[in-house]
């Protein structure tokens, strides 16, 4: 079928859905480091883990040998709601720049959650309700990540309870609503249902709230009730596993036509969708078998691949979590109060922190008001309106379309298109006013992040 | 290939995209009643349509002999970004509701304006750029149909200019902003900017305006200006003709699969929705080939079919628009305030209103907690949060699968799903608070809006 035209939208059908997740890490000699207890700096153990996380979860988590896990029957007929998602050529765009390039993009944001975050929750989920909980406990800041749990949680008839950070829970109340429509809990965080929201609370009366206090809630309120655990929705190496079906399903969309990738590129806040995109391609660099030139895509604000330490961090501001090691502009760093575009988080995924450490892959910053500027570029010729996070990576898709006008190449570039940005349109109003600035940190701003990683004897 | 496994979602080729609309008025023995004339009650000619809407349009909207109009490269061009939409089997639902009834619904929600009004928007775009013209202007309420037009305008390059209520503007700067990030110049009306703005500033300082005034105000942007036209997005024989993609495609992909809908559902509130989903099958049943069961859904706070009457009215509260012969609460009927669920339009298409008149379809009125009862249901097992206007088809679809599961019939029954309710979630609150009221006119009420119809000859 090589020469087959190719159409505006590939749709894989329903029986080509994956029906195993890449276990990248298989397939890697140097295996991301373990994670470790914050008390005793040992690697983190099974037992260790299983009363914050479900049990089948943590064997995901800790599991670096098998390179496929099944996809239980239960989750590939949930994914039949809204997957396989569409790879699109992205025609109009290649005509507007003007560009020789091929463009591609992995849409993930056509489910109610908006993006690819769906496709952990549900797994999450799923692995809840087969151990008997009665529900899980997660924390959110914008929304996203928490609407896709509300959805799965609903599917299985679960109890769900998002600690939602207060600011944006009164910013933001559309977002607060759809999690409520699908039956969850939600708390402004902090809040008096917790020891430490008290605690907070009697400390700071008038305090707005963090992701920090939000997940100390979260993880609270999973270990302080029967039947109850915590779930995350980016960073971990079991988040990454279940995104895999994107890139799966990408590479078998893109053999059927015959199309090879020369570059991947996608955005990175803690990497659960870039990991999930690239996971399949990474493997067959790993193994020797092809060649792609792999992007990942930061905030100039929230450097994290580009100016930060790879070293051992707290994954949580309320350094309660393992330890991971990772690159980190340190757990005490906060974005500057303009930066609007997500990709808040001072790490990244273990995983993706091994592959680019060892040259597998490569990273940009870019600054918002670019990223705004792309991300309108696309929405009036594409039509989808993207996520800010999603168009960092489109800011580099265009900017490599650009090259490519300029020395004649005929470059196949592929990237992430991870969500919708309905619910931003606050940021979408600062830039259509004129009103985005952008802001780089200075060498002295990531001091006072770094100051703050944890004395691990390793990197002492 | 008719006994094939029905997957959760049927997707067509882009190949089997339709190629032609279907115009179901030539199969009509009863041809809707022309527009007439305010001023004459005489039917209106093209002549005295052209200056306000686009010449093509205007033979499509007159045009009741030919069954098949082309449609336009560039338009199936852009269709393709979208559509083919799914035809969803809704296994979940069904599995919920116990019932024995095979349930679709045809999806339109899956693009950034949220439903099927962008099938119309890039037709009235593509004729308005095809004629020379700069641009167009019209009107929005809540903003379904300004986001619709704003996108099909940056593709084109077209100006497009959106007068919003007052109230909308200020309570919606969601919409307002996505209609902006795609170049749209967007009003508060009522304006400065034209003459009937000013006039209504002046009379009323703190109005914060209304449907009816918007129309007349774009209306007179359209008309005092050089190259521009004013489009309508529902109501209208053109806007009906150009939804037909919508049925035209369901029809294919069942009988791809060997389907056979008895039930067909639509909500109704100008009717574009409706009228593109049924054309194709009333058409089969107009020409004796086929039977269907076919209900159009109306809120019980807007009745124009179940309790309206079938006569020339004023297409607008402005009473500036040719007067069409339709089911009417009468152009000055206003919902009551505590009506949240959209559909909130006096009257209803001609040609849906001479169908529904010659007994070709029925009609239910439905209360809104119902609706957002169904909502709700339908979101937390298919995974699609619903704009309220759709909901109500699944108030009806849902009430049709229980009554199957009393009889024991497996009835086949599709309903349209027109979009999301991302922008809605106000609603929804309403709704999960509690706070969430039905309210049906009394016949007094009706009585006000009846004493507004004009003294058409015909009709006195």
Request: glycine fraction near 8%; charge should be negative.
């Amino acid at each position: 079928m090589a020469n087959r035209e190719i159409p505006y939208k590939i749709y894989l059908e329903e029986s080509e859905l994956p029906k195993q997740w890449y276990n990248v890490r298989a397939d890697m000699k140097n295996k991301p480091a373990p994670l470790l207890n914050p008390a005793t700096f040992k690697p983190m153990t099974a037992e260790e883990l299983e009363p914050v996380f479900c049990k089948e979860l943590v064997k995901q988590e800790l599991d670096d040998t098998d390179p496929w896990i099944d996809i239980p029957e239960e989750i590939v007929n949930f994914y039949k709601m809204y997957r396989p998602s569409p790879l699109v050529r992205a025609y109009c765009l290649e005509k507007k720049l003007g560009t020789p390039a091929k463009i591609y993009y992995k849409f993930e944001g056509n489910n109610t959650s908006g993006s690819h975050k769906l496709n952990s929750a549900i797994a999450q989920a799923y692995y809840a309700k087969k151990q008997g909980l009665k529900g899980v406990t997660t924390e959110t800041g914008a929304g996203q990540w928490g609407t896709a749990l509300s959805m799965a949680c609903a599917y299985f008839d679960l109890d769900c309870k998002v600690y939602m950070v207060k600011v944006s829970y009164e910013q933001k109340p559309f977002r607060r609503e759809v999690m409520r429509t699908y039956g969850a809990t939600v708390t402004p965080s902090p809040s008096d249902t917790t020891e430490v929201g008290r605690k907070i609370l009697a400390e700071h009366p008038g305090t707005s709230g963090s992701l920090g206090c939000a997940i100390s809630e979260a993880v609270e309120a999973a270990t302080s009730q029967e039947g109850y655990r915590y779930v995350l929705g980016s960073v971990l190496n079991q988040v990454l596993l279940h995104q895999t079906v994107i890139g799966l399903e990408t590479k078998t969309a893109m053999e059927k036509y015959g199309i090879k990738p020369d570059v991947i590129i996608g955005c990175a806040g803690g990497g659960s969708n870039l990991g999930g995109l690239i996971s399949p391609f990474a493997g067959e660099k790993l193994r020797g078998e092809a060649d792609y030139q792999i992007i990942a895509v930061e905030p100039a604000s929230c450097p994290s691949f580009t100016r930060g330490k790879f070293a051992y961090d707290f994954c949580d501001t309320g350094k309660i979590c393992p330890l991971a090691k990772m690159y980190t502009l340190g757990s005490g760093f906060i974005p500057s109060a303009n930066h609007a575009g997500g990709l808040r988080y001072h790490g990244m995924s273990s995983i993706l922190s091994q592959l680019y450490h060892d040259g597998l892959m490569e990273a940009r910053a870019v600054e918002q008001t670019a990223v705004f500027q792309a991300a309108e570029q696309f929405a009036r010729v594409e039509g989808i309106l993207p996520a800010p996070e999603s168009s960092h990576a489109i800011r580099v898709a265009i900017d490599e379309a650009l090259k490519c006008k300029e020395t004649g190449e005929e470059k196949t570039i592929l990237f992430g298109l991870t969500g919708t940005g309905y619910f931003d349109m606050t940021a979408y109003e600062k830039y259509n006013n004129g009103e985005m600035t952008d802001y780089i940190p200075t060498d002295a701003d990531l001091e006072t992040g770094f100051a703050g990683l944890p004395r691990v004897p390793e990197q002492m």
